[in-house]
């Protein structure tokens, strides 16, 4: 054999190792994945890993992609039946999955990893990167942290030094329900630099009494299954409260502070600095 047919030769044994290897790796990942939360399905896409997913929840509306996918049921309870004619090798659920749900797909042999709602940013994150080590994206995972975590210092440097606004942050109605200090959306006020008004409470039923008595200088109103404006309008009648008299009452959208992606944590974050901080709003 010649010097020219050797390399040749060399040349196409590694292609082909390459190649096998690869396919070796994409064997190790799942390819069918169906996800039973929206945070879920936006982390997925957000890893480069839509084109994986076969079926979502009614709820999984982000990104537009996402809509065009099969639907298996809502957050809480899913089509098992359809779930097991999809062929999954793996689910994904949450922590508001149907226990039943996981049960019985487990029990046939199917793959299901449950991720518990994240209490605050940090576990969120931590969250971010065990996903990607279930699909084989851990390099992906710390580039948008990276950008993340770089976004949010930005803003926590913007704030740093400027007035603490005292804010409450309504999340329920029939009872009043708050956002207490042991709950996700209290880093979206502490990372803005804001006092949460409610985060020594011990419960997030609140009295409206309450508010009254700590007059926030904020009312941000999360629209989570409750009229915003019909909060808004109840809330204008207390007058001597200083978000009233100052109108600055706020709607904030329930998916972007309950289950938001980590780069979706900073891009929210972004907006309700500035509702916070008007100051900042006025040296644009």
Same mark, same amino acid.
């Given at each position: 054999?010649?010097?020219?047919?050797?390399?040749?030769?060399?040349?196409?044994?590694?292609?082909?190792?390459?190649?096998?290897?690869?396919?070796?790796?994409?064997?190790?990942?799942?390819?069918?994945?169906?996800?039973?939360?929206? %945070? @879920?399905? &936006? +982390?997925?896409?957000?890893?480069?890993?839509?084109? #994986?997913?076969?079926? !979502?929840?009614?709820?999984? $509306?982000?990104?537009?992609?996402?809509?065009?996918?099969?639907?298996?049921? %809502? @957050?809480? &309870? +899913?089509?098992?039946?359809?779930?097991?004619?999809? #062929?999954?090798?793996? !689910?994904?659920?949450?922590? $508001?999955?149907?226990?039943?749900?996981?049960?019985?797909?487990?029990?046939?042999? @199917?793959?299901?990893?449950?991720?518990?709602?994240?209490?605050?940013?940090?576990?969120?994150?931590?969250?971010?990167?065990? $996903?990607?080590?279930?699909?084989?994206?851990?390099?992906?995972?710390?580039?948008?942290?990276?950008?993340?975590?770089?976004?949010?210092?930005?803003?926590?440097?913007?704030?740093?030094?400027?007035?603490?606004?005292?804010?409450?942050?309504?999340?329920?109605?029939?009872?009043?329900?708050?956002?207490?200090?042991?709950?996700?959306?209290?880093?979206?006020?502490?990372?803005?630099?804001?006092?949460?008004?409610?985060?020594?409470?011990?419960?997030?039923?609140?009295?409206?009494?309450?508010?009254?008595?700590?007059?926030?200088?904020?009312?941000?109103?999360?629209?989570?299954?409750?009229?915003?404006?019909?909060?808004?309008?109840?809330?204008?009648?207390?007058?001597?409260?200083?978000?009233?008299?100052?109108?600055?009452?706020?709607?904030?959208?329930?998916?972007?502070?309950?289950?938001?992606?980590?780069?979706?944590?900073?891009?929210?974050?972004?907006?309700?600095?500035?509702?916070?901080?008007?100051?900042?709003?006025?040296?644009?």
């Amino acid at each position: 054999m010649n010097k020219k047919m050797f390399l040749i030769l060399i040349v196409f044994v590694c292609l082909v190792g390459g190649i096998f290897s690869a396919a070796l790796a994409s064997e190790k990942y799942p390819s069918r994945i169906i996800s039973l939360g929206p %945070s @879920i399905t &936006e +982390s997925l896409y957000l890893l480069g890993e839509g084109e #994986r997913i076969i079926a !979502v929840t009614t709820y999984c $509306l982000r990104p537009i992609e996402a809509k065009k996918k099969e639907r298996v049921g %809502s @957050i809480r &309870e +899913s089509n098992v039946e359809k779930i097991i004619s999809l #062929r999954p090798d793996l !689910v994904i659920a949450t922590s $508001l999955t149907s226990p039943r749900t996981v049960e019985k797909l487990r029990k046939i042999g @199917i793959k299901v990893v449950v991720f518990a709602e994240p209490k605050n940013y940090v576990k969120l994150c931590e969250q971010f990167i065990e $996903l990607s080590a279930l699909v084989g994206k851990e390099d992906a995972a710390a580039r948008v942290l990276t950008e993340t975590n770089a976004r949010i210092n930005v803003l926590r440097e913007k704030v740093r030094g400027l007035n603490s606004p005292a804010v409450f942050v309504q999340v329920g109605s029939k009872p009043l329900f708050a956002a207490t200090g042991n709950t996700f959306i209290n880093d979206f006020i502490v990372f803005s630099g804001a006092h949460n008004i409610a985060g020594d409470a011990a419960s997030g039923l609140y009295s409206r009494e309450e508010v009254l008595k700590r007059n926030p200088e904020v009312i941000l109103i999360v629209t989570m299954g409750i009229s915003g404006e019909q909060e808004k309008t109840i809330w204008e009648k207390y007058k001597t409260v200083d978000a009233v008299r100052n109108k600055r009452i706020y709607f904030v959208d329930s998916d972007k502070v309950c289950s938001p992606t980590p780069l979706g944590f900073a891009e929210t974050l972004e907006e309700i600095v500035l509702m916070l901080h008007l100051e900042l709003e006025e040296r644009k």
